[in-house]
């Protein structure tokens, strides 16, 4: 057989790692398999389209013959990957209701994320939309109407995201969530607070501490979101932003090692030694980091080493910037379960949060306001994520 590469996805990590080979190769065969159209987007300014006034074909950065142009590799767009062969070397796919094989040499494997799914009653529970790719803003668009009430399920990240967003296009939102506070993986309560109060500003009511358990259909052509204590809030939309979880169907069929995400070595090889993984199906040294800065990092990594280097993946401290308008935040949480305290100072117009260690160390932070502009100091300070 020969050489060849192919790469399952179409995302920031799939066509990074494409572009990363190409700098290294420029001739290898490469194919791209994507259930979408292959045309090349940010998948994080889905959730700041509406401030920026754009909808979903405007999102679109590079069109699909443009990538095709620039990086030179087949795409096999709107084409499903079935199941993957590792003895045989082939993966089965579909296109058009016609089923084939196609032959590789090493494969990627950049399938992303999906959505988390609660597990709610109610007739509506079907109607309830997530925004993880293109085509599911576009649904969304089409579904929202002027003056349309927005339920957010989840005040993590891409919940109050959406929620900014929203509320600057006009819309009115309300935003129900488990916990005490907003972000509460990745604020200390003093910042999430004053986050929860600049988005009140913009009219987003919050349902914290409040748990949803059933979204049905009202007499009025709307939804209840009734919560557990059996009152309800009345809305035309429901958006669930209650988290990612990897993709690793393909991967767990094949027989690849996985956990959480599909496990990887710190060269981007899977348990098979012809099978590498990136992006936010992976897991690496127990981390799954669904950010961009961990994909750029390993696509250097990947792509020396699926054309036979040997390069070991490191990731240095890679701070987070959360798209809250109301609020500018930049966070870099500790690790999980890491012994420490919040130090917390107040500057004008903005907040300073250092998370240390009984040894005075600094093990991560959380910016708000004019405080993002001691990122870069900071960032410094912090231990590395993988040495």
């Not at 080979?21 to 194919?31: A, C, F, H, V």
């Not at 089923?99 to 994320?113: E, M, P, R």
């Not at 009025?220 to 557990?228: A, I, K, P, S």
Request: glycine fraction near 8%; hydrophobic fraction near 45%; charged fraction near 20%.
């Amino acid at each position: 057989m020969d050489a060849s590469i192919v790469i399952i996805g179409s995302g920031l990590a799939a066509y990074t790692s494409l572009r990363e080979i190409r700098k290294l190769d420029p001739e290898i065969k490469i194919t791209l398999i994507t259930e979408e159209d292959g045309d090349f987007y940010s998948k994080p300014m889905l959730s700041t389209a509406f401030a920026n006034q754009k909808n979903a074909s405007q999102l679109i950065t590079t069109p699909k013959e443009k990538m095709i142009d620039q990086l030179k590799f087949d795409l096999r767009a709107n084409t499903k990957v079935i199941s993957i062969d590792k003895k045989l070397h082939s993966i089965e796919i579909e296109s058009s209701g016609k089923v084939t094989k196609l032959g590789y040499s090493k494969l990627i494997l950049a399938t992303g994320a999906d959505p988390i799914r609660l597990k709610l009653l109610g007739d509506g529970v079907n109607d309830i939309l997530s925004i993880n790719q293109i085509s599911d803003y576009a649904t969304f668009r089409e579904k929202l109407a002027p003056n349309s009430r927005v339920a957010i399920l989840g005040a993590g990240l891409i919940g109050c995201e959406f929620a900014n967003d929203l509320s600057i296009g006009g819309y009115a939102v309300e935003v129900i969530d488990l916990s005490s506070q907003p972000l509460g993986r990745l604020l200390p309560t003093e910042i999430a607070d004053v986050l929860r109060e600049k988005l009140e500003a913009l009219g987003v009511v919050w349902h914290l501490q409040k748990s949803t358990t059933e979204v049905r259909r009202s007499d009025t052509n709307c939804y209840q979101v009734v919560f557990d204590n059996g009152s309800f809030t009345e809305v035309d939309l429901v958006l669930s932003a209650v988290g990612l979880r990897p993709n690793i169907k393909l991967a767990l069929d094949a027989g690849l090692a996985t956990q959480r995400g599909i496990k990887t070595n710190r060269m981007m090889q899977t348990s098979d030694a012809d099978i590498f993984a990136i992006g936010d199906c992976v897991e690496i040294e127990e981390l799954v980091l669904p950010y961009v800065m961990p994909i750029m990092h390993s696509a250097k990594i990947l792509a020396a080493n699926i054309l036979g280097e040997s390069k070991i993946l490191e990731y240095p401290p890679m701070p987070v910037m959360v798209k809250t308008p109301a609020l500018p935040l930049v966070v870099s949480p500790p690790a999980a379960g890491s012994a420490g305290t919040w130090q917390i100072e107040t500057i004008e117009d903005g907040i300073i949060g250092k998370f240390i260690d009984e040894n005075n160390a600094l093990l991560g932070f959380a910016l708000a306001g004019s405080g993002t502009k001691e990122r870069a100091k900071l960032v410094s300070q912090l231990p590395a994520i993988l040495a």
